[in-house]
């Protein structure tokens, strides 16, 4: 095919705020985790599909199936859909203590 360009799975933006490998990262209506570090303004690959293990808002319990949204102001995942970004779905439950700040998301890459 002459117009094909990549696979998509991965894809470089540039990153809206300075983000570490592993870091969520929400650029307009497109989400993904950065592969590597950049500052802010500097382009980063990201992945937009997989499962990864995200930062979670704490005492949010997660139930596997639970849809996942990212709050771009405190950079971190939750089940609270109000001005947040639809990224996925949780695959496997998280108990909602203080300490429980990791969530274990399938990214829907449909953005």
């Given at each position: ?37 950049a ?16 930062k ?50 399938r ?5």
């Open positions: 095919m002459k117009n094909y360009v990549q696979p998509g799975n991965t894809i470089t933006l540039t990153a809206p705020y300075a983000v570490t490998s592993g870091d969520g990262l929400l650029v307009g209506s497109i989400f993904g985790v950065a592969a590597g570090d500052a802010n303004a500097e382009t980063i690959e990201v992945a937009l599909t997989g499962v990864f293990d995200l979670k808002v704490a005492s949010q319990a997660w139930s596997a199936g639970d849809k996942v949204y990212w709050d771009n102001t405190n950079k971190e995942a939750t089940k609270t859909a109000t001005a947040n970004t639809l990224i996925g779905v949780a695959t496997e439950a998280v108990a909602g203590g203080a300490g429980d700040v990791l969530g274990r998301v990214l829907n890459g449909s953005f």
